[in-house]
T-cell receptor
Framework: AQKITQTQPGMFVQEKEAVTLDCTYD???????LFWYKQPSSGEMIFLIYQGSYDEQNATEGRYSLNFQKARKSANLVISASQLGDSAMYFCAMREGTGGSYIPTFGRGTSLIVHP | KAGVTQTPRYLIKTRGQQVTLSCSPISGHRSVSWYQQTPGQGLQFLFEYFSETQRNKGNFPGRFSGRQFSNSRSEMNVSTLELGDSALYLC?????????????FGPGTRLTVT
């Protein structure tokens, strides 16, 4: 079974509008971390935001926020006020494990295109 | 502060050969992780080195190996290359390793096996 599922292969949004990228995860661990990364066409992965499984508040980093719904095992990324430079692949990832042993798993990604 | 650097950026090898990729982390970072990205399998974790010791390992065959030097620079080696090893290989560095949440990725090495 997929540990990280991103059901939207592609998304389109108008510049300045908000967009939500979906991510659901599957784990039996109590302690885990959820990440979002952005990968522009240049190939370099850029860390955007992190949510720990015990964090009660949704993480926010500038225009990025993570809508964390633990019971539904969902960790959607919300980008407010989209910019043309936001056009990229977006990957949701989960880090499981404890005691120094951690294995990250990535989703297949969502391609976001921002229209002017 | 300089970012993560990877060399070479592009590489073409023949099936059966071996290849070594290099990654220099951000100064002060002790952890280097390696990932393989392909259109078919997506992004997959290979292994992590922390203070010269392999600390975490993904599900890859023994043909994939790595090491880390005392200056935290890391190399990844793939022996007996197969066509399926063609991929973008990314390395990432962090100060505290996988327990911390922020990793900084390099631009990747694009390996083509013919």
């Amino acid at each position: 079974a997929q540990k990280i599922t991103q059901t939207q292969p592609g998304m389109f949004v108008q510049e300045k509008e908000a967009v939500t990228l979906d991510c659901t995860y599957d784990t039996s661990d109590q302690s885990y971390g959820l990440f979002w990364y952005k990968q522009p066409s240049s190939g370099e992965m850029i860390f955007l935001i992190y949510q720990g499984s015990y964090d009660e508040q949704n993480a926010t980093e500038g225009r990025y926020s993570l809508n964390f719904q633990k019971a539904r095992k969902s960790a959607n990324l919300v980008i407010s006020a989209s910019q043309l430079g936001d056009s990229a692949m977006y990957f949701c990832a989960m880090r499981e494990g404890t005691g120094g042993s951690y294995i990250p798993t990535f989703g297949r990604g969502t391609s976001l295109i921002v229209h002017p | 502060k300089a970012g993560v650097t990877q060399t070479p950026r592009y590489l073409i090898k023949t099936r059966g050969q071996q290849v070594t990729l290099s990654c220099s982390p951000i100064s002060g970072h002790r952890s280097v992780s390696w990932y393989q990205q392909t259109p078919g399998q997506g992004l997959q974790f290979l292994f992590e080195y922390f203070s010269e010791t392999q600390r975490n390992k993904g599900n890859f065959p023994g043909r994939f190996s790595g090491r880390q030097f005392s200056n935290s620079r890391s190399e990844m080696n793939v022996s007996t290359l197969e066509l399926g090893d063609s991929a973008l290989y990314l390395c990432a560095s962090s100060f505290g390793g996988m327990a911390t949440y922020e990793q900084y990725f390099g631009p990747g090495t694009r390996l083509t096996v013919t």
